[in-house]
């Protein structure tokens, strides 16, 4: 089997090298606003009534023409299948291998916490899905509608929507679930998924007992209401951790332990799913085996040709590029590093490019000592040279931050002039000086945890430790893998490798993702500000067709960096490697693998 494989090259690269060391301007395409169909359509009527004074019947033929032109909304589109490929052409065996670079995380569902290596959306569907071009195309739901400013969403679930243990996927079930994976005792990304959504500040804060925006109409129509405006919300309803699993499954389990205790091993294949496929084992790293089989419930129209998926987790770049290039993994996710580099000079053709608008990083801690002290925390922004960090650790796979700037270039509103912490070594020692430790050699020691990291992230902290000596004379940085391996003990970390960002390019993300209280990076950051989580609302609550729209953000997003919370090592290019033999697979920006249209052809 792949893992047992996995551990075969491990021990011999061991052995033989001592390798293992272990997602555009202003003008660019808006997201569209939502709005029904209806609505614009007796707009337009009256307007053209109006003006051209022409009968009833024409106007109702140029409303049509001019509302499949015109009409900006992220409406749900049927998503085209593949061609079914002819028997000939497939291999007699439709066993999926994959490989990940990334882990699967610990639950509460498998996935849901962003691990990509348990494939959460093959067995849990979020309410819509995202296809490969960023179109809205339907998941556990078949259509959405809007009130006219944006508040209120009626959400229609597909009549045929079943779990795999034969019962109805109903909108309490999808109710219930969201109250309990978004409670504050529980692993979740409940802010970065639904904050918008009324009633979850007070959820999340123990105020209420439920969250007040999410109602039961009906068994098939649940009713989502915001606490403000936001337009593009349908696109926050196809997030991976949007995800409705059965609540009964996981209801007596209390404790993190219990919670993941559910699915673990071989109770995976006891996990009631709504997706094309069901687990039948799932252990996480270090052993890291993930098996799946069709769910044989799967109520979809169509029904995937894969018939079982095997994966495993490795961590070094190296291994992995043996087993790809060895034919004995049929994609990975991803490679990385010089190993991706030396495949893509000799099979350029099997790198894949997802959608990307976020950026590799690492968080201080503004509430540990030393990096509590801003002052110093500029100063170690103001001596990195971030394009020498980017092209030294990713050698040239990624794009290097712009002086530090939180906002990548894929992204709307992206203001190339904006470098906020470009290399200044004056400026740098200028904070310093500011700071409580006036030279290098007085600033106690920083900590810097890499958690796992795949190996250019390790060496993008190598290299910034460096320019920190070189520029500051700090000599006294500590890095280890894991909290435990600090010699002054745990619970003293300064700054945390890890990534940040958006999964859609929607510029707001970014501000709450970094310093939103209830963003993803609050968790590293410890930051929080009352003022600047209203200002990040109001953005988030904006237009983004507004001509305001980029002025505002980044306007909130000076106040953000000036805070200097997070250090972007690197804007990520998101690549996959695909085998020339593995058909019709692609990734979407809402994690949905077209799994679907995937097959195995003859080699």
């Not at 589109?77 to 999926?96: G, N």
């Not at 996981?250 to 009631?272: G, H, P, Q, R, Y």
């Not at 690492?362 to 990195?384: C, G």
């Not at 019709?584 to 097959?599: A, C, I, K």
Request: glycine share 6%.
């Amino acid at each position: 089997m792949l893992h047992n494989r996995r551990w075969q090259l491990l021990l011999g690269l061991l052995a033989v090298t001592g390798l293992l060391v272990l997602v555009a301007a202003c003008g660019a395409t808006p997201t569209p606003e939502v709005r029904t169909v209806e609505k614009v359509v007796t707009q337009m009527v009256t307007q053209i009534v109006e003006k051209e004074k022409v009968v009833q019947q024409t106007v109702v033929v140029v409303v049509k023409e001019t509302v499949q032109v015109q009409v900006e909304k992220p409406v749900v589109v049927t998503a085209t299948p593949a061609p079914t490929p002819k028997d000939a052409e497939k291999s007699s065996t439709q066993h999926l291998r994959l490989v990940f670079e990334g882990g699967m995380g610990n639950g509460p569902v498998p996935g849901l916490d962003i691990g990509a290596a348990a494939l959460p959306v093959q067995m849990f569907l979020p309410l819509f899905l995202l296809d490969s071009g960023g179109k809205l195309i339907p998941g556990l739901a078949t259509k959405f509608e809007a009130n006219a400013d944006n508040t209120v969403f009626k959400v229609f679930i597909d009549p045929k929507a079943t779990w795999s243990d034969g019962k109805t996927i109903t909108a309490k079930d999808i109710v219930d679930w969201y109250n309990w994976v978004y409670h504050p005792s529980h692993v979740s990304l409940a802010a970065t998924t639904y904050g918008s959504v009324k009633g979850m500040t007070d959820y999340l804060d123990k105020k209420a007992d439920k969250i007040e925006g999410f109602k039961v109409l009906d068994d098939k129509t649940l009713e989502i209401t915001l606490a403000a405006p936001q337009g593009w919300f349908p696109f926050q309803m196809a997030y991976v951790w949007a995800a409705p699993a059965r609540v009964e499954q996981f209801a007596a389990a209390t404790t993190k332990e219990e919670i993941t205790a559910v699915w673990l091993k071989t109770k995976a294949k006891d996990l009631i799913v709504s997706g094309p496929f069901k687990p039948t084992y799932l252990e996480p790293e270090p052993a890291a085996i993930y098996t799946w089989v069709q769910n044989p419930k799967w109520w979809g129209d169509k029904k995937p040709i894969i018939q079982s998926i095997e994966g495993t987790t490795i961590r070094d770049f190296q291994t992995m590029l043996l087993l790809f290039e060895n034919g004995e993994v049929d994609a990975a996710l991803q490679l990385s590093g010089p190993p991706a580099v030396l495949l893509q000079k000799s099979k350029p053709d099997v790198f894949k490019q997802s959608p990307a608008f976020a950026y590799f990083a690492q968080f201080f801690n503004t509430t540990k000592a030393p990096t509590d002290d801003i002052n110093l925390r500029k100063a170690l922004l103001f001596a990195i040279d971030w394009q020498k960090v980017a092209d030294v650790s990713w050698e040239g796979q990624m794009i290097a931050t712009n002086g530090g700037s939180l906002l990548p270039p894929t992204m709307p509103c992206y203001d190339a002039s904006y470098a906020p912490y470009k290399l200044d070594v004056a400026k740098a020692k200028d904070f310093l000086s500011k700071s409580k430790f006036p030279t290098g050699d007085k600033v106690p020691k920083i900590r810097v945890l890499t958690a796992g990291s795949d190996p250019p992230r390790i060496r993008a902290a190598q290299i910034i430790q460096e320019m920190w000596r070189t520029n500051l004379g700090i000599e006294n940085v500590e890095i280890k893998n894991a909290e435990t391996e600090f010699q002054d003990g745990q619970g003293l970390v300064n700054v945390r490798v890890a990534s940040g960002g958006a999964s859609l390019p929607i510029p707001a993300l970014i501000l709450n993702g970094a310093a939103g209280s209830k963003g993803s990076a609050n968790q590293f950051t410890q930051y929080s500000n009352p003022d600047m989580d209203k200002q990040i609302s109001a953005v988030l609550s904006m237009d983004t067709k507004d001509p305001k729209y980029c002025g505002e953000f980044q306007k909130v997003m000076t106040q953000i960096q000036d805070q200097a919370l997070i250090m972007p090592t690197a804007y990520i290019r998101s690549y996959y490697q695909v085998q020339p033999w593995l058909k019709g697979f692609d990734r979407s920006p809402s994690g949905w693998y077209t799994t679907m249209d995937t097959y195995l052809a003859k080699r």
